[in-house]
């Protein structure tokens, strides 16, 4: 559609979010995408006038078109979304901040990270500036910018803000390469709360550091099920090929597992490769009954032609007494849950 069109219709578009006796049809959304400056000032005026729940609705609309569809440009809106009353609203807002490659938004969530009265909307900050963490990594942004946002994360480590903020820092800093990071990581891995564990591990997966091997394997085999998934999807990510034949196993009774192990575990096979894999995820598919679940196996079977094309190097191989008894996405979605959950402050 020409910007001619678009400007003509938008108005439409404008009266739909309005009309609160009809849901938003799906025909508007992609009207928001790449907004021309009228547009984008049409959109502003009519904002506060708009449902709460309407915004949240188009928000979150706009969140599941932005992670399908690489094209489409809603920068214009989540910035002006952030300063919405409405935390939920500005969580959104900082979600969808994650495939930005401009450090333009750096500041505005230090700020929401440092001065947002909602720990959601800090925790979901704290979680987006890991991708500017992994630019920092790369030598892709400012080593100033880096060092900033770095010192940033760190500051919440130590201070005393809500354990799901901490945790979020964490999961963030896991980027990095630092001895001071791998001491923090360590410290969360080693602690008796289930929930630091967790972060521990989903900063592993981050860190390409082959020293966290052996932890990886041993967490494979804990009774809890969120940190068995959250090693697994670490051992994927590290590609760890020493984990193979474990993984194998778990998927010999796929039943038995809980849902989120066995798609992790499929996963993590995927991005491992080697010798059995293409088969044990074959059976696996096979045996769905559960459309999502299928397509979601098939996902793995694509990434692991990936895999198997490129060359084996075991940079992450460890040897292990009796190996044959003995992989990921990043989400910076904070909900209510999470802080139910956790009691630490």
Known sequence: MSDEKKSESFPQVIQALL???????????????????????????????????RRIALMEDLEEIAEADSLVYFDDIFEFALQDEEPRIRAA?????????????VPALIHCIEKDEDEIVRASAASALGAFMYQGELEEIPEDLYREIKTV????????????????ALESLGFASSDEIFNLVNEAAQSNDKDWVVSALFAISRSADERWSEFVLEMIDHP????????????????????????????EE????????????????????????????????????DDEEAYLIEQALENLDFTEDLPNLDL???????????DQLIDIDVDIEDLEDSDEV
């Open 19 to 53: 009309d609160t006796s009809h849901p938003i049809s799906p025909k508007y959304l992609h009207s928001f995408s790449d907004l021309t400056p009228e547009n984008l000032q049409l959109l502003k005026e009519a904002w506060p006038q708009i449902e709460t729940a």
């Open 93 to 105: 807002a900082i979600r969808m901040m994650w495939d930005s490659d401009t450090t333009r938004y």
């Open 153 to 168: 994360l760190l500051n919440v480590m130590r201070g005393n803000d809500r354990k799901i903020i901490r945790r979020r």
């Open 224 to 251: 809890l099920d969120e940190i068995k998934a959250e090693a697994i999807r670490a051992a994927g990510e590290l590609e760890l090929t020493s984990a193979r034949h474990l993984l194998l196993n778990l998927l």
């Open 254 to 289: 796929p039943e038995t597992l809980d849902e989120e192990v066995r798609l992790s575990t499929a996963w993590a096979l995927s991005k491992i490769g080697g010798e059995d894999v293409r088969e044990a995820l074959e059976a696996l598919l096979d045996d769905t009954e």
């Open 316 to 326: 992450f191989d460890i040897d292990l007494p009796d190996e044959g008894s003995l």
